[in-house]
Structure formats: structure tokens, C-alpha cells
């Protein structure tokens, strides 16, 4: 009975640190995320995926974009930008509209993954190289960009 009593507020608390630790948003909306970048002062990660056929993109997001240290660290300096060509999944037609005008302006080749820093007014800083290299190190190639 005790260790049930003890267990319960450690699990609560478990689970407000990791939901608190997570929080860094995805946007699909590139309004949105302008809008939110000009107003938090931070820099924009616009990721160019294909979610459900492109395995560089599959590794990306399960090895970096989902990882504790890199959504606690975007939740402070990044506005997550995903500019996704799902095969599968449905777009909105918006959704769909959007991306495409995004790959025309910073991604006319299709490259797949294909990850930019974009600054408040939208302006290209750079592009930044997913080569399976570990969530840290992808952060500190980020940091090296950041005001």
C-alpha cells in the first residue's frame, strides 16, 4: 500500500516532465509559423519531407526531429516549419497548395529531406545536411547559425 501511494505522484510527475519537455510544436501552417517566428523572435527549421516513403526522412524525424533533447531545445530557439509530400497521407488542399508554393521558393530541385534555416522575414540562412549524424551534433550544427 505504500509503494502504491509513493508510485502514483512519481508517475504524475514523470509524465508532466515529459509532456513538459516535449511541447516544442511542428507547424503545417507556414502563416502560422512566420507569424509565430516574428513575434518570438526565432529562427524557422522548414523541413522538406516526404513522411511516409522517403527513408532519409523517416530517420530524420525518428532520430532528430523526435528526440527529447532536440524538441526541448527547438521549444527555445526554433519555430518547426514541415513542408510534408506524403504519398499515403491526405493533405487539406491548402495544406497541399502551401507546400508546394514552399518548394518552389526553397526547394524547386525536390530534394527530400531537405532542411533550411529561415530567418523572421523569411529569408534564407541555410541549408543544413542530415547525414545520420546524432541529435546533438544535428544541434550544434544549428546553434552555429543562430544569433
Given at each position: 500500500?505504500?509503494?502504491?501511494?509513493?508510485?502514483i505522484?512519481?508517475?504524475?510527475?514523470?509524465?508532466?516532465?515529459?509532456?513538459?519537455?516535449?511541447?516544442?510544436?511542428?507547424?503545417?501552417?507556414?502563416?502560422?509559423?512566420?507569424?509565430a517566428?516574428?513575434?518570438?523572435?526565432?529562427?524557422?527549421?522548414?523541413?522538406?519531407?516526404?513522411?511516409?516513403?522517403?527513408?532519409g526522412?523517416?530517420?530524420?524525424?525518428?532520430?532528430?526531429?523526435?528526440?527529447?533533447?532536440?524538441?526541448?531545445?527547438?521549444?527555445?530557439?526554433?519555430?518547426?516549419?514541415?513542408?510534408?509530400?506524403?504519398?499515403?497521407?491526405?493533405?487539406?488542399?491548402?495544406?497541399?497548395?502551401?507546400?508546394?508554393?514552399?518548394?518552389?521558393?526553397?526547394?524547386p530541385?525536390?530534394?527530400?529531406?531537405?532542411?533550411?534555416?529561415l530567418?523572421?522575414?523569411?529569408a534564407?540562412?541555410?541549408?543544413?545536411?542530415?547525414?545520420?549524424q546524432?541529435?546533438?551534433?544535428?544541434?550544434?550544427?544549428?546553434?552555429?547559425?543562430?544569433?
Amino acid at each position: 500500500m505504500v509503494l502504491r501511494s509513493l508510485l502514483i505522484p512519481f508517475l504524475s510527475l514523470t509524465l508532466i516532465f515529459a509532456v513538459d519537455h516535449c511541447n516544442a510544436q511542428v507547424n503545417e501552417d507556414a502563416a502560422t509559423a512566420f507569424h509565430a517566428a516574428s513575434e518570438l523572435d526565432k529562427t524557422i527549421l522548414l523541413v522538406f519531407a516526404g513522411s511516409d516513403w522517403c527513408a532519409g526522412c523517416i530517420r530524420l524525424e525518428k532520430d532528430i526531429l523526435s528526440k527529447p533533447d532536440f524538441l526541448e531545445f527547438a521549444n527555445k530557439k526554433l519555430i518547426v516549419l514541415k513542408a510534408d509530400f506524403p504519398q499515403r497521407r491526405k493533405l487539406t488542399p491548402g495544406i497541399r497548395e502551401q507546400n508546394a508554393q514552399l518548394a518552389e521558393m526553397y526547394n524547386p530541385n525536390g530534394i527530400f529531406p531537405y532542411v533550411l534555416l529561415l530567418d523572421a522575414e523569411e529569408a534564407v540562412i541555410t541549408s543544413l545536411v542530415y547525414n545520420n549524424q546524432s541529435s546533438s551534433q544535428f544541434i550544434e550544427e544549428i546553434k552555429y547559425y543562430l544569433p
